[in-house]
């Protein structure tokens, strides 16, 4: 009894599969995307308090996951402030959130 031939289609489903499964491995080993820079000066205000573009730095951070402690250390941020980011991130919706424009 002959063989049957593969299903193409099926074959290239398991392409796809391999192919998003390897572009995931690469992301997680190869340097992270930088979007935005945590010690650009603009992220604070002449009087130290963080602007606009430093609150988003701060969400964004929080969306890759980051803790409050790296965030608060990045920023040149005490804890506290870090934290009331962090809730002020929540609020806003977290991950889900609408993203400000920076730069």
């Known amino acids: 009894m002959p063989a049957t031939p593969p299903d ?15 572009d995931r491995l690469k992301s997680m080993v190869g340097p992270p ?9 603009r992220n604070k205000t002449a009087d130290g308090k963080l602007s606009p573009e430093g609150v988003e730095c701060c969400y964004r951070m929080f969306d890759e996951g980051q803790s409050r402690y ?34």
Do not use: C, Y
């Not at 193409?8 to 390897?22: C, M, N, S, V």
């Not at 995307?33 to 000066?41: G, R, T």
């Open 33 to 41: 995307k930088v979007e935005f820079d945590p010690s650009d000066p």
């Open 70 to 103: 790296s965030v608060a250390r990045a920023m040149k941020i005490s804890f506290a402030a870090a934290t009331h980011r962090l809730n002020a991130w929540r609020k806003a919706g977290a991950e889900k959130r609408a993203r400000a424009l920076m730069g």
């Open 8 to 22: 193409p289609k099926l074959i290239l489903e398991l392409i796809d599969r391999l192919q998003a499964d390897l």
